[in-house]
């Protein structure tokens, strides 16, 4: 009952890592591709490319869905990505049978981000039911207005210390950090 989605191709790695380390390897997996306009100022274009474990008869009926991002910075990708989820007819969005139906809940997850300039208000809607993300960039969670009342932040300062003082003594910090460690 667990969907972890791919916002664009360029999220693919983490989504997948995400799920794998979340401990839902037999959750469904789902990859978006867009296409933006020539001015870059727009997505044209967004279509399913890939997807592991969902069915053209129950697509996304009752499932949970973790929308995850490295980052979120206008809030377009995401915009379109929950626009294609709810089912509306926007044009460039085909919505792909493999997502039919409605979630019961909409994650979305980012890394990192600043909420710039509309992207609150893009992602103020009512079929996002929590947004998820890290300290990594603090504007984010001193720029959340009204997204605020369903926006977690996750403080993951101990990590880059961790990091840091993994550097320093002349370690792969990646050894350190490590999802038993965390």
């Known amino acids: 009952n667990v ?13 997948r890592r995400a799920r794998q380390y979340s401990g839902l390897g037999n959750s469904a997996l789902a ?27 129950r697509g996304i009926d009752g499932m949970y869905i973790f929308l995850t991002d490295d980052c979120i910075r206008s809030g ?14 926007i044009e460039g969005i085909a919505r ?25 208000k893009i992602l103020s809607t009512s079929a996002i039911d929590h947004i998820v993300i890290t300290n990594a960039d603090p504007r984010g969670y001193k720029n959340a207005g009204p997204i605020d009342n369903n926006t977690q932040t996750i403080w ?3 990590m880059m210390a961790e990091a840091a003082k993994a550097v320093e003594r002349g370690e792969d910090p990646n050894a350190i950090l490590t ?3 965390i």
Do not use: C, W
């Open 3 to 15: 969907l972890f989605m791919a916002p664009d191709v360029g999220a693919e790695d983490f989504t």
């Open 156 to 158: 993951i300062n101990f």
């Open 96 to 120: 792909d049978p493999r997502i039919k139906g409605q979630p019961v809940k909409v994650v979305v997850y980012a890394t990192r981000t600043n909420f710039a300039g509309a992207s609150t």
């Open 31 to 57: 990859v978006m591709n867009k296409k933006k306009s020539a001015d870059n100022a727009s997505i044209e274009m967004l279509e399913l490319i890939h997807s592991e474990k969902l069915s053209d008869e």
């Open 76 to 89: 377009m990708t995401m915009e379109r990505n929950i626009q294609a989820l709810s089912g509306m007819n």
């Open 179 to 181: 999802p038993e460690y």
